[in-house]
T-cell receptor, first 113, second 115 residues
Framework: KQEVTQIPAALSVPEGENLVLNCSFT??????LQWFRQDPGKGLTSLLL?????REQTSGRLNASLDKSSGRSTLYIAASQPGDSATYLCAVRRDTGGFKTIFGAGTRLFVKA | DAGVIQSPRHEVTEMGQEVTLRCKPISGHDYLFWYRQTMMRGLELLIYFNNNVPIDDSGMPEDRFSAKMPNASFSTLKIQPSEPRDSAVYFC?????????????FGPGTRLTVL
């Protein structure tokens, strides 16, 4: 059974700091891994999607890496801003059994001005 | 495109009543997902459809829950009868594997409160 764990559960950093959010999964048979952002009371917004054959994806100040063999992904945020404050969730889509998507519990990020 | 549309945005009902949540996916997307989010259990996949056909409903908590997708542009999630423990935010999402993108686009959610 696929389990997705995110560490830390919460993080508070000063503005301008670079930071790393971690995601681990127990079954390496994944189709892809996706990072989302969720603002309070809102839906999820996709940030980056990494296919199982890829090692990383970049979008602006965000960089996501994937190491399938070790069951890990990281989301790197450069030069953090108060507007980055949100909950970040990672989700893995299975490669077998019908492409089921499993979410982690998320990391709540607060960037202080 | 307007994105994934869900209605209603908020629903307050009494225990035992029937609740119907609605979703319109992004045009051209052939996958549709229903999720439930609670503080205790996080985001859980309830069921998903591919080309209007239910593929995996193993996340549906019990027989009180049912979902349909009569056509490519509409899906419903029904709870009958509703119970207080069903209170949660229900999200609908859609995606397509065309071009191997598979990015899931989420709707704004329906906040359900069962009294």
């Amino acid at each position: 059974k696929q389990e997705v764990t995110q560490i830390p559960a919460a993080l508070s950093v000063p503005e301008g700091e670079n930071l790393v959010l971690n995601c681990s999964f127990t079954d390496s048979a994944i189709y892809n891994l996706q990072w989302f952002r969720q603002d309070p009371g809102k839906g999820l917004t996709s940030l980056l999607l990494i296919q199982s054959s890829q090692r990383e994806q970049t979008s602006g100040r965000l960089n996501a890496s994937l190491d399938k063999s070790s069951g890990r992904s990281t989301l790197y945020i450069a030069a953090s801003q108060p507007g980055d404050s949100a909950t970040y969730l990672c989700a893995v889509r299975r490669d077998t059994g019908g492409f089921k998507t499993i979410f982690g519990a998320g990391t709540r990020l607060f960037v202080k001005a | 495109d307007a994105g994934v549309i869900q209605s209603p945005r908020h629903e307050v009902t009494e225990m035992g009543q029937e609740v119907t949540l609605r979703c319109k996916p992004i045009s051209g997307h052939d996958y549709l997902f229903w999720y439930r989010q609670t503080m205790m259990r996080g985001l859980e996949l309830l069921i998903y459809f591919n080309n209007n056909v239910p593929i995996d409903d193993s996340g549906m908590p019990e027989d009180r829950f049912s979902a349909k997708m009569p056509n490519a542009s509409f899906s419903t999630l029904k709870i009958q009868p509703s119970e207080p423990r069903d209170s949660a935010v229900y999200f609908c999402a859609s995606s397509t594997l065309a071009g191997r993108s598979d990015t899931q686009y989420f709707g704004p959610g329906t906040r359900l409160t069962v009294l």
